[in-house]
């Protein structure tokens, strides 16, 4: 593989999906901290959201240790270069969320939607891109369906005014192979101008090969975070991805050493638990379950008895989406009903 | 005279055409006349096969027949964007109004919860607030009739088909709506709604998940016979309406799982989240019905 002088754009989601691994109870102290560590490593773009998005704050994602607007106002004035950027997902938070990130010097306005719904948001990226954000159309769990279909949401979201699209792999499902034919066809077939992203999962240990994929196939935004802090077994991890750009000769505008020490002195003393594939975060990518359910599971399993990963199967044969977290514990009192359990 | 109140329906589309199939069943009100802005429409012609009149020019067209035919009840499953007009030109002939649109000019009605005191005051325009607030919002309500509930909130799951493009173009006017009748119906102090657009196939059945915070403990056999009850209250006019799960209580938590089978008349199985806002609303409209039959509530005067 050749990326040599490819350009990557770096885009950091330690304190967004992030926010899943730490239930969304990161302190204000700890998210200055790891974005002016991030800043000063010349990381460019850094998300600022609860791990659902604006709005997110609820008994069914978890309550944050602080809003949304808190985490902004603290952290977007401390940033020397760096852009931060907010997710929002239509059905959870609304357009004066974005209005209200938008006052808190957001540049970046991330609409997600499921991979077959982008027409839910219409109204959010053509808000965003009227107030001349950078909008980015986000279609998640991009392992359900074919590439043609992917493409024709894309358009969608592109024809509404994003300017950039991701194809997710909210479940660390894909193999290279599916992120190259995804990739490749979005870069074929949508506005020259619209940049391509891609987001991937570490659940079945593919987060770096996936994005080089990526990379190769034309995105040049890529998702990560700092030793991995997110949902799941957490997201392509940064500080090993730019090492491996470094040795590719790609064109990432990091500084390895200081991101190495951003991941080992910062991010990895705040997490509650090791983010690695253990046996829960692998089943969620061989199932193809949505990343943030790993926690939600492994709670049930203490509360009713029944086994995390037979509960993330059997929702991954439902076909659950992202943002169905109610369902986990639903699921769990069934099963454990089924059971003679309770 | 008889006892049925007779209707009119606008919006020949499928919820205009789930509601006349049940209509056609009501002891109480009897649909008359479809109002359509298309005269090839399927729904037009549908309703025309039902024996119903049907207009193809909008609510104008039918305003010289209201009194002739009787017409007391007009249900609009149209859009937001008509919905005023078209009760202010209905409200005048002293038709009263069952708004299924998210206009919400008039008050906020969920049957179990509230209908009874509307009808009651003759409210002549009351609206069905959305699909996810019929299904959740008497479970909210189940648990504020016992004690004092500070927080609200509702998370409906619905299949990709049941979700027309209405909806679609403005989710965030049913988070907004939902949210806050979880407050001004439901009893919560403070409301959230979340909806969530599943595309599996064969499309899943509407799934709904109520969690409410309670001021103090909460008080669970109270909670429990309350939740049971209330879910008898909605299988009368919703049979699909199930308790999965719940409550459950954690600290002051109560979650409440339930799941929504429509009846299928015109709209598949799946699809109750569209089936309980017209079954919602021909209830409404059966109550007005009973009320003025019993004498308890006088209809507009007419010449």
């Known amino acids: ?342 | 005279m008889s006892k049925k109140l007779k209707a009119v329906i606008i919006g020949p589309g499928n919820i205009g055409t789930d509601l006349l199939m049940k209509m056609m069943r009501s002891d109480w009100v009897e649909p008359v006349w479809m109002v359509g802005i298309d005269p090839e429409s399927e729904g037009l012609k549908r309703a025309q096969e039902f024996g119903l009149k049907t207009s193809s020019t909008g609510v104008d067209g039918i305003l010289d027949h209201i009194i002739e035919d009787d017409i007391r009840v007009a249900f609009d499953a149209t859009s937001a964007y008509v919905h005023a007009e078209n009760s202010r030109k209905l409200n005048e002939l002293g038709v009263i109004m069952v708004d299924l649109t998210p206009a919400a000019i008039g008050p906020f009605c969920v049957p179990p919860v509230n209908l009874k005191q509307h009808a009651s005051q003759l409210e002549m325009n009351v609206n069905m607030v959305t699909c996810g607030g019929q299904a959740t919002i008497p479970m909210v309500a189940a648990v504020s009739q016992v004690q004092d509930v500070e927080y609200g909130e509702i998370v409906a799951t619905v299949s990709s088909r049941s979700v027309g493009p209405g909806t679609r173009q403005n989710i965030d006017e049913f988070t907004r709506t939902t949210s806050g009748a979880v407050e001004a119906v439901g009893g919560a102090d403070k409301g959230k709604a979340i909806i969530i657009i599943n595309p599996a196939e064969p499309p899943l059945m509407m799934r709904d998940t109520i969690h409410c915070l309670t001021k103090t403990t909460p008080d669970q056999a109270a909670i429990t016979e309350s939740v049971h009850n209330m879910v008898k209250e909605v299988q009368k006019y919703v049979p699909g309406y199930k308790l999965v799960n719940g409550p459950i209580f954690d600290g002051n938590k109560v979650s409440v799982f339930m799941e929504v089978e429509g009846l299928g008349d015109f709209l598949p199985k799946y699809a109750g989240n569209l089936d309980i806002m017209t079954a919602a609303g021909l209830r409404t409209a059966e109550m007005f019905a009973e009320e003025a039959y019993k004498g308890e509530i006088t209809l507009p005067e007419r010449g």
Do not use: W
């Open chain 1, 1 to 342: 593989m050749d990326l040599k002088g490819k350009n990557v754009k770096l885009h950091d989601m330690s304190l967004r999906d992030g926010m899943h691994a730490k239930r969304h109870q990161l302190s204000l102290e700890q998210m200055v901290a790891v974005s002016t560590g991030l800043d000063d490593a010349g990381i460019p773009l850094i998300e600022v959201t609860h791990g659902d998005g604006l709005g997110g704050s609820s008994l069914n994602y978890g309550f944050p240790a602080h809003t949304d607007e808190e985490y902004l106002n603290a952290v977007v004035p401390k940033m020397k270069n760096a852009k931060i950027s907010a997710l929002l997902l239509p059905g959870i938070g609304t357009v004066d969320h974005l209005k209200m990130a938008n006052d808190c010097g957001v540049s970046t306005i991330r609409v997600a939607t499921h991979c077959t719904e982008a027409d839910v948001s219409e109204q959010h990226i053509g808000m965003a891109a009227k107030m001349e954000m950078d909008t980015v159309g986000f279609l998640m769990m991009a392992h359900m369906v074919s590439a043609e279909k992917i493409l024709e949401q894309a358009k969608l979201m592109e024809s509404y005014g994003a300017n950039c699209i991701y194809c997710t792999d909210s479940a660390g499902y894909m193999l290279p192979d599916e992120v190259t034919e995804k990739i490749g066809l979005l870069r074929a077939e949508l506005n020259p101008n619209t940049e391509i992203g891609f987001h991937g999962h570490h659940n079945m240990g593919m987060a770096i090969a996936n994005s080089l994929a990526a990379v190769e196939a034309g995105a040049v935004r890529i998702d990560g975070s700092v030793a991995g802090l997110g949902a799941g077994a957490g997201n392509t991890p940064l500080e090993v991805f730019v090492a491996v750009l470094e040795r590719m000769q790609a064109n990432h505008g990091i500084d390895l050493y200081k991101i190495m020490d951003v991941a080992e002195d910062v991010v990895v003393p705040l997490m509650d638990q090791p983010i690695r594939v253990d046996r829960d975060a692998l089943t969620l990518g061989y199932a193809g379950v949505y990343s943030s359910f790993l926690l939600f599971a492994q709670r049930a399993e203490a509360k009713y008895g029944i086994q995390a990963r037979d509960i993330l199967v059997e929702l991954g044969r439902r076909g659950t989406v992202g943002g169905q977290e109610d369902m986990i514990e639903d699921l769990a009192l069934t099963m454990a009903k089924d059971r003679g359990l309770i």
